[in-house]
């Protein structure tokens, strides 16, 4: 029988072994070991009678939690209980511990990182049962199958495996928690590409075209320098700023043969430490022979900006951008501005509160329609008799288009935008 990943022409142990391979390429320095065990242990489950038998009728069956017959296709536990079991047969308490770092990784493969409380009760409490079925339906088909696969390396070493742990020794839970989440990082990012390779070739094969960090740092400094040339050809070289940015750049530039470590600039706004920044840490990388650069900004505002400017110098092809609002994230906001109040100065008003709060939701990201054609559309007016005076909220009437909207109401407001009414 051949046993298969995500589709009939996508080995199960071809897939084990290139995921294994992969996270180790990808894990912490020093964390290889660990990265390679989870990721040839993350799928273990997938040697499982049900699961075979499902996804060869089930597109959703690799999926957990999606298809039919969850109960019998269910495979993250498998991996993460034969963890526990070999590690501690093998080292004792040291591969006890040992284990159930490997089972966090496992387990949590598809749903993300358990509480230490949650992944126990799935492994040894209320869930044992199942999952300890499912370990047995995958370790008999994976013995008859490639036996190989549920041995333990021959140099592998529980306790100089967590004697490497960052922060185990000094009792940093912090350091310890940051390496668990880039070790699963390392994983996921691993089983999805090998994934991705077998489902979507083309999306996978548009990955591996970025340049060498190289090529990256020619373009800056071309664009440094003709940047260089235009001050000058503008007489404005020898202006305090332009040679305080001069200064800061050439700073960055040396700094980045240094050791590696952790490195701060403190340049006020308009230093020009974008991109003297951005300078020093292209070549750190390529005199470390790091494989790519990261930019971490806290406000989306400021993100597109730096990504504006990125693109500008190295081709919008060459950026991977990423910043996102979730729904819960956009849900906290919208309660947020309905229950706020503001104290104003005038002794006649007092308190001010949000009554109603109107959302226009755009399908693109560069907007459906004009804001002032669809601000124009929501009319405030006197309600009653105009001639009255107004003492409460209910002396007005808000409506869109004529029509006033219950609290949660969405109305179409124009092609590609939605009008939602959140308090």
């Not at 499982?48 to 993250?76: C, L, M, W």
């Not at 939701?361 to 907007?367: C, I």
């Not at 804001?371 to 209910?394: N, S």
Request: charge should be neutral.
């Amino acid at each position: 029988m051949r046993y298969v990943a995500h589709g009939p022409d996508h080995g199960l142990t071809d897939h084990l072994r290139a995921v294994a391979e992969r996270a180790a390429r990808c894990a912490p320095t020093g964390s290889q070991l660990w990265a390679h065990q989870a990721g040839l242990w993350h799928d273990l489950g997938k040697f499982r009678p049900g699961f075979q038998r499902y996804i060869r009728t089930d597109e959703n069956a690799h999926i957990e939690g999606r298809g039919v017959g969850q109960r019998d296709k269910t495979h993250s536990a498998a991996g993460a209980v034969h963890a526990l079991q070999e590690l501690k047969q093998r080292f004792g308490e040291a591969g006890r511990r040992a284990g159930w770092l490997l089972a966090h990784l496992i387990a949590a493969h598809h749903a993300g990182l358990y509480d230490a409380a949650d992944l126990k009760d799935r492994l040894l409490g209320s869930g044992r049962s199942d999952s300890e079925r499912e370990h047995r339906e995958a370790a008999r088909a994976c013995t008859e199958h490639e036996s190989a696969l549920l041995a333990l390396p021959e140099e592998l070493d529980a306790s100089s495996m967590l004697f490497g742990i960052p922060g185990l020794r000094e009792g940093e839970p912090l350091a310890q928690a940051l390496w668990l989440r880039m070790l699963f990082s390392a994983l996921v990012d691993a089983d999805f590409l090998d994934t991705e390779a077998y489902l979507n070739r083309s999306q996978a094969e548009r990955r591996a075209g970025f340049a060498p960090l190289a090529k990256y740092l020619a373009q800056l400094d071309a664009h440094m320098d003709g940047l260089a040339a235009r001050v000058h050809a503008a007489g404005r070289a020898d202006e305090p700023v332009m040679r305080a940015r001069a200064q800061v750049l050439a700073d960055c530039r040396a700094a980045a043969a240094q050791p590696q470590g952790v490195f701060s600039l403190q340049v006020p706004t308009g230093g020009g430490k974008t991109l003297a920044s951005l300078a020093f840490a292209l070549r750190h990388a390529a005199a470390h022979r790091l494989a790519r650069v990261i930019v971490a900004i806290p406000y989306t505002s400021i993100v597109e900006q730096t990504a504006d400017v990125l693109a500008a110098i190295f081709g919008r092809e060459a950026i991977v951008e990423h910043h996102s609002q979730s729904d819960a994230d956009l849900a906290l906001l919208w309660q947020a501005l309905g229950q706020m109040f503001e104290h104003d100065r005038s002794a006649a008003r007092g308190q001010m509160s949000t009554r109603g709060l109107y959302v226009f939701e755009h399908d693109g990201e560069l907007g459906n329609a004009h804001a002032h054609a669809l601000f124009d559309r929501l009319t405030i007016a006197r309600a009653g008799d105009a001639a009255a005076p107004a003492r409460d909220f209910g002396a007005y009437s808000v409506a869109f288009d004529g029509r006033a909207l219950a609290i949660g109401e969405s109305v179409a407001a124009a092609q590609g935008v939605t009008l939602t009414r959140r308090c």
